[in-house]
Structures are given as structure tokens and as C-alpha cells.
């Protein structure tokens, strides 16, 4: 299995709701990244999981928080989203850290 | 700071027209510079790691190339599904590792 999945495709939700985004690879890969993109933007990296411990926070707000249950499960739960917070989410994994990435097809997320 | 740059922004081509995408690189010391693909909505999908200036490498119509400062890819022949916006990023030695992504060349291949 040479994929990296994410649940759900497309999410809409409320400024007070609380949601999560599933991501979940079996590569074996012990390093696994959020990213956010905008349209017409590049990736933008959030947070790295490296052997499952936080690794990098790119001073994302807290209302974004990641988890990373086990080796082949990264979570980041969502709470209290602003309208900016709108835009396609990307779960990828790599061997390790210095390693050629994989990403997921992505989660596209909005906020009312 | 490193810093990635790929030109030009938007590439249209007729089918079997060759051309190259460009991206140009700052970085304190490369540990590798990659190449992905992505469809509008979809995530990125990788196509190559170079790691040393010389390196080449090929797949089907495209082939990246990396000097010191920049890097190619080539698409020779290209078919309307090459469609697609083409992101460079480069990885330093030092420091966090991260992947520092080019703003993207966005490919149009008419038929």
C-alpha cells in the first residue's frame, strides 16, 4: 500500500463546531505533516510529527489541533474556525524527516 | 532565508510543443530538491528528488535536471493530461528540514 489517505473529502462547517480530519498511511513512514493550502498558493506547512512526538509548530493558532495516535494515524482537530480557515487541508507522510514527501488527495474545508 | 523561485507563473503549449519549467533556488547547503505535480483539488504527487548538482532524472516525458541555482524539468512531446501545476521545493542541510515550496508554474497543454 504506497498511499496516503484522508477522511473526510469535504467538510462544511459552523464557526462554533467542533470537527476532525483524519489522516492514516501504511508506508511505515515515521514522519507525518499538515499542511494548508489556498487557492493558487503553495502547500503551507502547520505541524510535523516525527516517531509520533511533535516535532514543528509553525505558530499555528490553537484553535487547529494536531494528534498523532499511533504511527499510521494523524488527527487535527478543529474548533471554533474562522472563514479564513477555509481551504484544502493536506496530510503527508515521508520515510523519515529528511525524506521524499507523499501527500494525501487532501480535505477540502469550509467555514460559514 | 531560503527561498525558492519557479518561472515562468503560467505555461501554455500545444500538444507536442517542448518547453521547460524553471526553478530557481537560495539555500543554505541542499539536502535535496523535489518535484511534484498537482491537480486542481487534489494533493501534490511527487515525481523526483534530486540531491547534487549534474543529477538528472526521467519519467516518461519529463526529465529534472539540477545545477547549483536552479533546476529544469523538460516536457518533451507534451499531452494534454501533463495538464497541471508543477511545485518545486528544496530541503536544507541544517535546521528543521522543512520544505520550502516555489509559488508553482501553472501548465496548459492544448490539443
Known amino acids: 500500500d504506497t498511499e496516503v489517505t484522508q477522511t473526510p473529502k469535504h467538510l462544511v462547517m459552523g464557526m462554533t463546531n467542533k470537527k476532525s480530519l483524519k489522516c492514516e498511511q501504511h508506508?511505515?513512514?515515521?514522519?507525518m505533516y499538515w499542511y494548508k493550502q489556498k487557492a493558487k498558493k503553495p502547500p503551507e506547512l502547520m505541524f510535523v510529527y516525527s516517531y509520533e512526538k511533535l516535532s514543528i509548530n509553525e505558530s499555528v493558532p490553537s484553535r487547529f489541533s494536531p494528534e498523532c495516535p499511533n504511527s499510521s494515524l494523524l488527527n487535527l482537530h478543529l474548533h471554533a474556525l474562522q472563514p479564513e480557515d477555509s481551504a484544502l487541508y493536506l496530510c503527508?507522510?515521508?520515510?523519515?524527516?529528511?525524506?521524499?514527501?507523499?501527500f494525501g488527495p487532501g480535505t477540502r474545508l469550509t467555514v460559514l | 532565508e531560503d527561498q525558492v523561485t519557479q518561472s515562468p507563473e503560467a505555461l501554455r503549449l500545444q500538444e507536442g510543443e517542448s518547453s521547460s519549467l524553471n526553478c530557481s533556488y537560495t539555500?543554505?547547503?541542499?539536502?535535496?530538491l523535489f518535484w511534484y505535480r498537482q491537480d486542481p483539488g487534489k494533493g501534490p504527487e511527487f515525481l523526483f528528488t534530486?540531491?547534487?548538482a549534474g543529477e538528472e532524472k526521467e519519467k516518461e516525458r519529463l526529465k529534472a535536471t539540477l545545477t547549483k541555482k536552479e533546476s529544469f524539468l523538460h516536457i518533451t512531446a507534451p499531452k494534454p493530461e501533463d495538464s497541471a501545476t508543477y511545485l518545486c521545493a528544496v530541503q536544507a542541510l541544517q535546521g528543521a528540514q522543512k520544505l520550502v515550496f516555489g509559488q508553482g508554474t501553472r501548465l496548459t497543454i492544448n490539443p
Open positions: 539555500v543554505s547547503g541542499l539536502r535535496g
Open positions: 508506508m511505515g513512514h515515521r514522519a
Open positions: 534530486l540531491y547534487s
Open positions: 503527508a507522510s515521508s520515510q523519515l524527516l529528511a525524506y521524499e514527501q507523499f
